[in-house]
């Protein structure tokens, strides 16, 4: 799964977020982009930003979209904002079923991602039901803005939550960022289905499986330097951090995401070190015990003692980590250390 990307930009998403609602609170209105600080909002997950967001959603919908004619609500500009501003309108307590059922009977969009998304908005509009027939999940990450469409189509649900919930992949602006909050409502449903106690918020969190990360003590809280660069002990801005840390036992796990951009084998051997990353670790825990409470640090630096296993993140599409130069890494470092592609996280 994906939570590990949640992690990476949550911190980014949370600064939008409120720069963005200020914006709209002085000049309301409806904008191409009017599902940005709502989306962003959510992610992030504060309770007054989200506060600020339902709010939002709620005004934008009751204020322009409900009053669109039947003809104009999947025209991409609309379909693109409505889609995700409706699930947030939901959440703040305004039922949308009505307007899903208007989207599901709209004329079909020209737009192959809006007809994939309008698919979407009719399965909220009715009931839920399982599939008839379970999809299977395909490997990796998706390649291409066809492969997206292709798994929209095939893929279960949570593995195109997922997916989706992608912030810094190129097709994160329209592609995906639209079907966040429909697929993340329709894997809510789906769970609750299942008799799982999960909300939206708690998918937003910690992506399709949050019962597969319950106890997460740190998330990035500073931008990632490029992972080729050699970090400045003087220079906390040039330090790698961790993506995330979370609990492991008595222990810990933290996680090095290396990002989309990352599009090279993972070597270290003679004259090639492409782990240089790990190399001031004490740097990188600086930063996590600068961003937390004293009782927070407090604990990780307790499961630091009892062990820390250090996992590598990477997109298997455009890179490879040979489990011999995995091994030598390990080796050199001290380290106990793990590579796994970013959708098995």
């Given at each position: 799964?994906c939570?590990v990307?949640?992690?990476?930009?949550?911190?980014?998403?949370?600064?939008?977020?409120s720069?963005?609602?200020?914006?709209w609170?002085?000049?309301?209105?409806?904008?191409?982009n009017?599902?940005?600080?709502?989306?962003?909002?959510?992610?992030?997950?504060d309770a007054?930003l989200?506060?600020?967001?339902l709010?939002?959603?709620?005004?934008?919908?009751?204020?322009?979209?409900?009053?669109?004619?039947?003809?104009?609500?999947?025209?991409?500009?609309?379909?693109?904002?409505?889609?995700?501003?409706?699930?947030?309108?939901?959440?703040?307590g305004?039922?949308?079923?009505?307007?899903w059922?208007?989207?599901?009977a709209a004329?079909?969009?020209?737009?192959?991602?809006?007809?994939?998304?309008?698919?979407v908005?009719?399965?909220?509009?009715?009931?839920?039901?399982?599939?008839?027939?379970?999809?299977?999940?395909?490997k990796?990450?998706?390649?291409?803005?066809?492969?997206?469409?292709?798994?929209?189509g095939?893929?279960?649900?949570?593995?195109?939550?997922?997916?989706?919930?992608?912030?810094?992949?190129?097709?994160?602006?329209?592609?995906?960022?639209?079907?966040?909050?429909?697929?993340?409502?329709?894997?809510?449903r789906?769970?609750?289905?299942?008799?799982?106690?999960v909300?939206?918020?708690d998918?937003?969190?910690?992506?399709?499986?949050?019962?597969?990360?319950?106890h997460?003590?740190?998330?990035?809280?500073?931008?990632?330097?490029?992972?080729?660069?050699?970090?400045?002990?003087?220079?906390?801005?040039?330090?790698?951090?961790?993506?995330?840390v979370?609990a492991?036992?008595?222990?810990?796990r933290?996680?090095?995401?290396?990002?989309f951009?990352?599009?090279?084998p993972?070597?270290f051997?003679?004259?090639?070190?492409?782990?240089?990353?790990?190399?001031?670790?004490?740097?990188?825990?600086?930063?996590v015990?600068?961003?937390?409470?004293?009782?927070?640090?407090?604990?990780?630096?307790?499961?630091?003692?009892?062990?820390?296993?250090?996992?590598?993140?990477?997109?298997?599409?455009?890179?490879?980590?040979?489990?011999?130069?995995?091994?030598?890494?390990?080796?050199?470092?001290?380290?106990?250390?793990e590579?796994?592609?970013?959708?098995?996280?």
């Amino acid at each position: 799964m994906c939570w590990v990307n949640l992690c990476s930009t949550r911190y980014r998403l949370r600064a939008s977020a409120s720069v963005l609602l200020s914006d709209w609170e002085e000049d309301p209105g409806l904008r191409p982009n009017s599902l940005q600080p709502v989306l962003h909002a959510l992610i992030a997950g504060d309770a007054p930003l989200v506060k600020r967001a339902l709010a939002l959603a709620d005004r934008l919908i009751s204020t322009y979209f409900e009053g669109f004619d039947d003809a104009d609500l999947t025209a991409p500009a609309a379909l693109s904002n409505i889609a995700g501003l409706s699930i947030a309108a939901h959440l703040a307590g305004k039922n949308q079923s009505a307007l899903w059922k208007r989207i599901a009977a709209a004329p079909v969009p020209r737009d192959a991602t809006m007809r994939a998304l309008q698919v979407v908005i009719a399965r909220l509009a009715q009931p839920y039901a399982p599939p008839a027939e379970a999809p299977r999940a395909k490997k990796h990450f998706i390649r291409s803005q066809s492969d997206w469409l292709w798994r929209l189509g095939h893929s279960p649900v949570p593995q195109i939550f997922d997916l989706s919930a992608s912030p810094d992949h190129s097709l994160w602006p329209y592609d995906l960022s639209s079907f966040v909050l429909p697929l993340g409502y329709e894997r809510h449903r789906q769970l609750q289905a299942e008799g799982h106690k999960v909300s939206l918020m708690d998918l937003l969190q910690r992506g399709a499986h949050p019962e597969r990360h319950p106890h997460v003590l740190y998330e990035r809280s500073h931008p990632r330097p490029p992972t080729v660069s050699r970090p400045d002990p003087k220079d906390p801005s040039t330090w790698f951090g961790f993506d995330a840390v979370e609990a492991d036992g008595k222990g810990l796990r933290a996680y090095h995401y290396l990002g989309f951009g990352f599009q090279a084998p993972l070597l270290f051997r003679e004259g090639l070190d492409a782990f240089g990353f790990l190399g001031q670790l004490d740097d990188d825990w600086q930063l996590v015990h600068e961003a937390l409470s004293a009782e927070a640090w407090r604990d990780i630096d307790q499961r630091r003692e009892a062990g820390c296993t250090h996992v590598i993140v990477y997109d298997a599409n455009e890179a490879t980590v040979p489990k011999k130069d995995l091994a030598r890494a390990a080796d050199h470092f001290g380290l106990k250390l793990e590579a796994v592609d970013l959708t098995e996280v």
